[in-house]
């Protein structure tokens, strides 16, 4: 093992110990709740994304005089979100936090908002989100959840053990895929990469034995998963913007007292509001945290021909029928009609 690897992952490991001892309480149990609610993320154990929800856990505990107890299954401990999603579905959970690859498991619609390089940045997301948010909502409705309320990932970069500076470059690594993307796939596929498809627990695994050398993620998801240490490089190019949210089936919803779904509703917006602002400035630190560990960055060449990628993608999976068209076109009105 090199010096610089050894460093790099001492100082992600002493930043992160001290965080959490500044961050985390003793952990949330509830006793003698009438109702408990069972709900599963990939969110690594104290990301501030668990943390969020553990907090959101505490506080409707809480204010329901401890009647509602919600339990969390963090780090995938409940498999991938396909898992999830068919566990929720049978009743084994009552729902769950999600990124857009969970939510596709309802809906391949809301797959949609991860099109590459649909966005310019996170505010022309939220526009277009708030805008079709009961677009969005009527398909999980549809699919028989409710929405609790929609969180980010953060901007998506490409990590390697190789620079990648052009769609091209990508040939010559061994890139992952999240195996049931089917935004992921169709990026691969039009620059002709014979990616290796992997659930998300298996990718560290996968990195440590030389399996795949290159993945994408947020810089706060890319630390938080550990998924760092094995990566050299990161291109300088924001490919989307990963981007999720809570949601509940509707049996669990209907079951819950009416004054309990209340309470539910608004500690989920206060905390998820918070949430959101908390990624941002996360996603922020990662970035000066993976240059201080010695990750370099590599600036993309030939813009025209990712932009010109993101826009055969974006045809592909609507020929496909993964994404409707309509959609798609209604996402693009929206962003013409964006505040600048």
């Not at 505490?58 to 898992?83: H, P, Q, S, W």
């Not at 969970?102 to 949609?112: M, N, R």
């Not at 932009?307 to 929206?334: F, S």
């Amino acid at each position: 093992m090199s010096r610089a690897t050894t460093t790099r992952r001492r100082f992600i490991r002493t930043t992160a110990a001290a965080s959490a001892v500044a961050t985390f309480g003793a952990p949330y149990i509830a006793r003698g709740a009438k109702k408990t609610l069972r709900l599963a993320t990939l969110a690594p154990d104290k990301s501030s994304w668990h943390v969020a929800f553990e907090e959101t856990a505490r506080e409707v505990y809480r204010r329901t005089n401890e009647e509602l107890e919600i339990v969390i299954y963090a780090g995938g401990t409940m498999g991938d979100e396909a898992a999830m999603v068919r566990k929720m579905r049978h009743g084994q959970l009552d729902g769950g936090a999600l990124t857009s690859v969970g939510l596709g498991e309802i809906d391949k619609q809301l797959l949609a908002p991860q099109i590459p390089m649909l966005f310019q940045d996170e505010k022309q997301l939220h526009y277009v989100r708030e805008k079709m948010s009961s677009t969005f909502e009527g398909l999980l409705d549809k699919g028989g959840f409710k929405l609790g309320a929609w969180g980010d990932v953060g901007p998506i970069y490409i990590f390697s053990n190789t620079p990648v500076k052009t769609p091209d470059d990508l040939k010559s690594t061994k890139p992952w895929v999240w195996d049931t993307d089917p935004v992921s796939k169709a990026v691969m596929s039009v620059i002709g990469v014979n990616a290796v498809e992997l659930g998300v627990p298996d990718v560290l695994p996968s990195l440590q034995t030389g399996l795949i050398d290159a993945f994408t993620n947020s810089p706060y998801g890319a630390i938080a998963l550990q998924w760092y240490s094995k990566a050299t490089y990161v291109t300088n190019l924001k490919l989307s913007f990963g981007i999720g949210g809570s949601v509940l089936t509707t049996k669990a919803w209907n079951d819950l007292d009416p004054a309990h779904q209340q309470v539910l509703t608004d500690v989920t917006k206060e905390k998820y509001g918070e949430l959101v602002d908390k990624i941002k400035k996360d996603n922020k630190k990662a970035i000066k945290s993976l240059k201080a560990a010695g990750i370099q960055v590599v600036e993309p060449d030939d813009f025209l021909r990712w932009a010109a990628v993101a826009v055969q993608v974006r045809e592909k999976l609507v020929k496909d029928g993964t994404i409707d068209g309509a959609i798609v076109r209604q996402m693009l009105e929206h962003i013409q009609n964006a505040p600048k």
